[in-house]
């Protein structure tokens, strides 16, 4: 498949790239790193999940990664993020689920551009069962065939499938209804100050249910606040992440500050 120069369209032929490339990077024209930010299981009092966060090389904002993403190296910066993130896991030994944020748009075929994950997850000795793939809602999908084959292809692999920033993009529940899923991740603009907004809580609730009678598990991102979490708790929320449990922290996994 040919995607086109986003400033000349000419034409780029992603099957042409190899995973080595793909794994170095090679002609992404910038270097990348990330931190990891803990998703935590309150009930449990322990930790569910740690999100990969893409930055830069030097801790640069992901703000300024995306500065440099474009369709011409999407195919490439989309496949180096997924073996930075598993690299970096393995490296620190990490025991719990990895999310690793992917980009629909920029999988050409399913089946060739996960070889080189495969590869990376079998070279760092990482378990493939602990991946969970994660798409945001907030990427408008050109084709929704082709996110469900993905869907498909992956979970056949043994990944798990998240939503992610659910409740702020372009599909909604026609994307839920869609997707079979394994994680649902509300947006925090669904959570700010939810414990003195009604109507968000109304909202959060029908979640809650909804994703129970799909057998999806949900969690709210983003939590700032005590009263934040104790709302979403008393709703039926169970895992979180946010600043107020624990901040993302450049190329190691951080404590959890507090559980409740």
Not at 175 to 191: G, R, T
Request: with cysteine; glycine share 4%; charged share 20%.
């Amino acid at each position: 498949m040919q995607i086109s120069n986003v400033n000349n369209d000419t034409p780029v032929d992603y099957k042409a790239l190899t995973c080595h490339e793909c794994r170095n990077g090679v002609g992404l024209g910038f270097e990348i790193s990330m931190a990891f930010q803990p998703i935590v299981d309150t009930e449990s009092r322990s930790i569910f999940a740690y999100e990969a966060l893409v930055r830069g090389a030097n801790n640069q904002p992901a703000s300024w990664v995306f500065q440099h993403v474009n369709k011409q190296n999407l195919y490439r910066f989309d496949q180096t993020c997924r073996i930075k993130a598993i690299k970096l896991a393995a490296e620190l030994n990490l025991d719990k689920f990895l999310c690793i944020n992917f980009m629909p748009n920029a999988v050409y075929q399913p089946s060739l551009c996960i070889k080189a994950t495969l590869s990376a997850a079998q070279t760092y000795n990482f378990p493939t069962d602990k991946l969970i793939f994660e798409f945001t809602e907030q990427e408008q999908l050109l084709d929704q065939k082709h996110i469900l084959n993905i869907v498909e292809h992956y979970q056949q692999l043994g990944f798990s499938i998240a939503i992610d920033d659910f409740g702020a993009g372009y599909s909604g529940l026609a994307l839920l209804a869609d997707v079979e899923c394994d994680l649902v991740k509300l947006d925090m603009a669904l959570i700010r100050n939810i414990d003195t907004d009604p109507r968000r809580q109304a909202i959060v609730e029908s979640a809650v249910s909804l994703c129970k009678q799909l057998n999806t598990k949900l969690m709210a991102e983003g939590i700032e606040t005590q009263a934040e979490l104790q709302t979403l708790q008393k709703l039926g929320i169970k895992l979180f992440q946010g600043f107020y449990l624990a901040k993302p922290e450049f190329e190691c996994l951080p404590k959890v500050v507090r559980f409740s």
